[in-house]
Every structure is written in C-alpha cells, then in structure tokens.
C-alpha cells in the first residue's frame, strides 16, 4: 500500500492530473470514479490506484459486483495495481470526494482518413455520416458535453483545432461520462484539410453562424453534414466559417444572439437525425 504524498508515484500522477504537457510526454491520461474505471477499455489501462476499504469494506461490492473482477482483468493484462491510503488518493485526484479508485490510461490514437471510410462504409448501410468539426472549444465542460452528445447523436467522430482545450482535461473527461472511450476524435492544426476531405467525399459542411439564411430544421441532411463550432466568445474565424457549403441558423427569441456552443452543437446533430 502507498500511505506517503511524498512518494515519487503519487506526484507524478498529481504532475500528470495538473499538467497536459506531462500527460502528452507521457501519451496518457487519468481517470477517476468507479463509472469511468469500468467502462475504460482495459487494454489501455497501464496503472490502477484504489482504496481497498472504501470500494469493498463498504457494501460497495454488493452495488458494483464486476469491479473486483475488473481490477483483477487489468493485472492480468499487465497493468501496475496499488492500494492507496485516502490521504494519497486526494493527493492524486482533481475531485474533492473521490470514489475511491483512479486509473491512469493511455491515450487514444485516431486516423482522419480512416475515420471518413468508415463513415462512408455506414452511408451505404443506410446511416448517414455524421462529424462535429470544432474550432478552438476552451471550457472543458462543453467539449466533454459535445463529446457525450455526439455519441447520443450516433457521430462518426470529431475533429478540433489545435486551439481546443485539452480533450485529456480532467473536466473534459468528467464531462464525457465515457463517451471519450467511444466517440473517435483528431486533433489538426485547422480544419481546412478535414473540410476538404469530407466534401471531396460529399458530405455537406455547415456553419452555424448568425448571417445564415436558412434555418437548421428547414435542411435535408440525408448526404450526410459536418457541423462547424466556434469559439465560446468569438464564434467561427471567418476563414473557417467560408469552408462551410452553407450557413445554419438557429431562431432566437429575446435579444440572444447565439447560443452555448455545446447546445447549438447538441440541437445540430440531433436534427440531421430526424
């Protein structure tokens, strides 16, 4: 059991929650909470702490009866197990009360190109391709929102600036209820490329901007869409916002101009479905 803050495994988890440059050196990530352990795929999980007492001293294994089972699956895949005193766990943890068990996880690796074909490979199924394009997201609770809507929504996946807060955020991450384990995702310098890419293959590009003519539940989606999302407080560059084929908007009442980026992501998506 680690029982000392001091030791050199505890602070450099506590280095790795606090820092995205650490966890990119690294190429991983932390995970807290009994939820996103279980749901985590267990070949990416290289390193698990937990409190012995907390999780199964407590009726906690009558409640969550695969997790004993699930720690033991992560030793066997050969990821490093340690017990932890709680002291130690809120040491490491970005949560004042946490569950009782952190993980820390390698991180995700994904092909724009690869994701496209896939997409297109549905489109002859019958699904239409669906991908959120994002520029620049920088409140981690509404990119870790668009990432778990995206999933609801049956998103192919998503593509970020480089400006976009770190999806590895431990906001971010507690925001995407596990939908980052599911919802594939690139991050590229802009999205000039990925724009071009989906049209050459006929998926529609828009932009939701305010100069938009025709309203978002007046469009055929059936091609399939890629929806543009600006910054919280600046909106789209106009240089990205003219890679659109064309603008949506959204009606509003009152004297709101836009709505939260993760609400106009979350009504886009859902409509292109309908």
Known sequence: MIS???????????????????????????????????????????EVYYMEEK??????????????????????????????????????????????????MEQFSYDSEDLVERALAKKKEGCSPLFLLLEDIQDPGNLGTMIRTAEGAGADGIFMTSG???????????????????VPFVRVQDLSDITSLLQKNGITVYAAHLKGEKYYHETDYSGGSAFLIGNEGNGLKKETADLADCYLKIPMEGKLESLNAAIAAALLMYQSRQ
């Open 4 to 46: 000392s803050t001091a030791n050199s495994r505890v602070k450099r988890v506590a280095s790795l929650r606090e820092k995205s440059r650490e966890r990119t050196r690294e190429n991983v990530f932390i995970v807290e909470g009994i939820k996103m352990f279980e749901e985590a795929p267990t070949d990416k999980i290289k």
């Open 55 to 104: 999780l199964f001293g407590q009726g906690f294994d009558d409640r969550f009866p695969g997790l004993k089972e699930k720690i033991q699956a992560c030793a066997r895949a050969g990821a490093a197990i340690e017990t932890v005193t709680e002291e130690v766990l809120l040491k490491m943890s970005d949560t004042k009360s946490p569950q009782g068990i952190l993980c820390v």
């Open 164 to 182: 976009t807060v770190d999806i590895y955020n431990p906001k971010t991450i507690r925001a995407t209820m596990g939908s980052l384990y599911r």
